[in-house]
């Protein structure tokens, strides 16, 4: 009779327990928003406490238990619906839980797309990002919005949801936490807890179950433990409907293994490829990096609103899902108005033919730059006609190649031989607007360039030293376009090589698709010789030494290529012994190539690629954008919020550090020249000894320095590059201001924390005949007179130039962001 009791009792208890939480799943079948008779109950709706997960009944129905740190009950919102609330806050003691649903046809179809944005970091207001970003989804139409955290502060947590809802962007919205989103209160969620619902919580769209969870770290301590998530997580992994495919949010990367398990502790881990992983989506890194971690894409995307911390643009992303639940995605470039430029070909030039491979005739090659950032470019028409009697000689459309640029060929009839042309081109954009350039040049199907030979440019301003700013070359103005190619993907900051008659590059790819090469073309017709394949994006400098090209990717691979045919020699992957991301450059010196950073600092055998010493001093800070500088016996490099590195080159002994004086707040690398190191770094210009690291003069200026430009020092000036105020140059005995040469507003922004309307010049000036060059943020390629600033010449490309030029004899190349290699002569 006492067991029995006691039976009845704990049933008695278990009762009101197990029913704590009931609610019902309507269909608002009226659209009124809320819940009416004729609305109807939906069954099979996941509905979760925090940790138990239910679905609905036949009649719409749920129950459950809750438990101790149950502060929401949330549904997962099912596809082909929507809501405008899908959580209640279990505050409220509500005596049901109800929830409205509408019928959505873009959360229905298993093709649909989404808009990740992350790290606004809001403080003090939000922008025209946010009108860029509103635009796009208007014209777009993605299925739902994520916001994957870092909102940021108490000030960005009140503010930003104000501004970026279902409402204002007329979609769903989605937010995770970041770590900057844990503020201070009786636990770090509190805040927002209270404006933006639950940290764990899925929804689906299509056939793809979307899971967000919050980060496991941050500037306050958490209630929830990474056990309390693994455990809801447990649960709603396990009722996914059969052949749903998996999406993950979170602020941060869950693993940098590729086993991909969601870890709480060692008794306490789920393996997520177990349930059709296709992707975990993320931010945190101020960075743009995608990576295959076997057959899983982890995919970061840098800030929308500014630069970021290794100078990735300033982008969102979006990402589309088709009928087999394969994922491709594009980033997305903010503040970009309509713009369309012709770079060849280009305006008030000589223009020449090429020769089509498939019949052998004569071609006007037609090349484009275009870009608008609210919406996409649906198609590029031209018009060709003689400029004297407005006759029409041809018309038809582009091909996109790359996401700036657009090109083609146009057949041109033997009697327009030495006439003056006009080319009209148009880009046509998804939201109705479009933008027109015009280039009116003379065509000469049999037009040759003399050329005067010159020295091979093995690297980054020439050397290991990076003191071939000033050079012997014959570059002088007028420059005449000799060629331009496209390598079919973005150039970031690998500046170009010429040696061997040959022009090597390498290229950028941010997205999925990892479309990313090292390419040679033919130094004086511009054909492509070879195309090698990287793992991954590379992002910086490569090098050149006895006919080996050396470069490394983002995915800490380097290698080392036979310069004629593009055939690999060998391959090392260097290990930084933390989170494998790479954007430093490497540098080749005297049969000896310098790669890799922190804990993966390495020298190596150019030749066999045998490891000679590897940096066991320091390690590895964020995402960097140094070159090896090679100065004397000393290897300079250096992390972006860590400091400026001396290390033996022959053994590689750290010898010295220097990070205060905003020396540890930096992206450029040092030239080496008349026995000193010649640097920028956040707002002041260094010399330095670098034997010793001891800092000889320090010149504090009224401009944002933390860009990747290497000073240029001639005999009067140092001159460089500035985040936000274009071109500086400086006295060189005195260090005084000298002049100025002011840039238009950055098409993109790539400096970290650098915004609209900056003007910033990420890339290296390069000195010829009294001439400096240097390509710029808002597209243009500058030529300034070196002694007063004055702005000579520029160059309208129409894609941001963010890798430094390179000259040879009369010749430079030019490369800008749109995946455009230029060759330029001097006429």
């Known amino acids: 009779m006492k067991r029995l009791s006691v039976i009845l009792i704990s049933f008695l208890l278990y009762l009101p327990l197990s029913a704590q939480f009931k609610g019902t799943v309507y269909i608002d079948t009226d659209q009124s928003g809320i819940f009416n008779k004729g609305d109807k109950p939906l069954a099979g709706v996941m509905v979760t406490d925090g940790l138990n997960v239910v679905k609905t009944d036949k009649k719409g129905r749920f129950s459950l238990p809750g438990f101790e740190k149950t502060r929401f009950i949330t549904i997962t919102t099912p596809a082909g619906y929507e809501t405008e609330q899908f959580y209640l806050s279990a505050k409220e003691n509500r005596k049901s839980y109800d929830f409205v649903l509408t019928e959505s046809e873009r959360t229905k179809s298993k093709e649909h797309s989404f808009v990740q944005i992350t790290d606004t970091e809001v403080t003090g207001g939000m922008g025209r990002w946010v009108t860029d970003l509103q635009q796009y989804i208007k014209n777009e139409k993605p299925a739902f919005l994520i916001h994957t955290g870092d909102i940021c502060y108490e000030p960005g947590l009140t503010m930003h949801n104000q501004v970026v809802n279902a409402q204002t962007m007329d979609c769903p919205v989605y937010y995770c936490i970041g770590n900057h989103d844990l503020v201070k209160g009786k636990y770090g969620e509190e805040l927002y807890e209270s404006l933006y619902g639950p940290t764990w919580y899925s929804f689906d769209v299509g056939n793809i179950h979307y899971v967000v969870t919050p980060i496991d770290h941050g500037d306050n301590p958490t209630d929830y433990t990474l056990k309390d998530v693994y455990n809801w997580l447990k649960n709603d992994l396990a009722l996914m409907k059969e052949g749903q495919a998996l999406i993950l949010f979170n602020h941060d990367l869950f693993t940098a293994s590729d086993t991909f398990v969601f870890k709480a502790d060692n008794e306490h881990m789920l393996d997520l490829r177990a349930f059709n992983t296709k992707a975990q989506i993320y931010g945190h890194m101020h960075y743009n990096y995608v990576r295959n971690q076997n057959g899983i894409y982890t995919i970061c995307t840098g800030t929308l609103d500014k630069g970021g911390i290794d100078h990735s643009p300033s982008s969102f992303r979006d990402i589309k899902v088709d009928a087999d639940d394969n994922i491709s995605t594009e980033l997305r470039y903010a503040f970009i108005e309509p713009q369309i430029a012709i770079v060849s070909p280009m305006d008030s030039q000589i223009t020449t033919s090429s020769v089509a491979a498939s019949t052998g005739e004569k071609q006007l090659p037609v090349s484009v730059n275009t870009y608008h950032s609210q919406a996409k470019t649906s198609h590029v028409s031209y018009i060709l006609s003689d400029a004297e009697n407005k006759q029409e000689i041809a018309k038809g459309n582009l091909t996109s190649l790359t996401d700036w640029n657009w090109n083609g060929n146009i057949q041109i009839p033997a009697n327009e031989n030495g006439k003056r042309l006009h080319l009209t081109v148009t880009s046509f954009f998804n939201d109705g607007k479009k933008a027109t350039a015009t280039s009116q040049f003379t065509y000469q199907k049999d037009f040759k360039l003399s050329t005067i030979p010159g020295k091979d440019w093995n690297t980054l301003l020439q050397n290991a030293a990076h003191s071939g700013g000033v050079n012997d070359s014959q570059v002088k103005l007028p420059l005449q376009l000799q060629w331009t190619a496209n390598t079919g993907s973005n150039i970031f900051m690998t500046s170009p090589i010429i040696a061997g008659q040959k022009v090597f590059i390498a290229t950028t790819d941010d997205n999925v698709s990892l479309n990313t090469f090292i390419c040679a073309f033919d130094f004086n017709s511009g054909k492509l010789l070879w195309k090698f394949p990287t793992a991954n994006s590379v992002k910086n400098t490569i090098a050149y030494e006895n006919g080996i090209v050396i470069a490394q990717d983002a995915a800490c691979n380097l290698y080392a290529l036979d310069a004629d045919s593009g055939k690999l020699f060998w391959k090392q992957y260097i290990n930084l012994d933390s989170y494998p991301y790479l954007t430093e450059g490497v540098t080749v010196d005297k049969g000896i190539a310098y790669a890799g950073i922190g804990a993966g600092l390495s020298a190596y055998d150019l030749k066999t690629g045998q490891t000679i010493w590897t940096n066991k001093d320091w390690k590895q800070r964020e995402g960097a954008t140094t070159t090896l500088t090679v100065a004397g016996n000393v290897l300079v490099s250096g992390t972006q919020w860590g400091g400026l590195y001396g290390n033996d080159i022959r053994t590689g002994k750290q010898l010295w550090k220097l990070s205060d004086n905003g020396l540890g707040n930096r992206g450029a690398s040092p030239v080496y ?155």
């Open 673 to 827: 020249k008349d026995g000193k190191l010649w640097i920028i770094s956040s707002k002041s210009f260094f010399t330095i000894e670098p034997q010793t690291g001891k800092v000889l003069q320090q010149k504090e200026l009224s401009a944002n320095l933390d860009v990747t430009s290497t000073p240029l020092v001639t005999e009067q000036e140092v001159i460089f590059g500035t985040a936000d105020r274009g071109v500086f140059a400086l006295d060189k005995s005195t260090l005084f201001s000298k002049w100025k040469a002011e840039t238009s507003p950055s098409l993109v922004y790539t400096a970290p924390y650098s915004s609209t309307p900056q003007a910033g010049v990420e890339t290296s000036p390069v000195a010829s005949q009294g001439v400096v060059y240097i390509g710029a943020s808002d597209g243009y390629l500058y030529a300034i007179d070196q002694a007063t600033g004055i702005i000579k010449e520029k160059y309208n490309l129409g894609a941001p130039v963010f890798s430094t030029v390179a000259v040879s004899g009369n010749r430079m190349i030019v490369c800008d962001f749109a995946g455009n290699v230029y060759c330029f002569s001097s006429k």
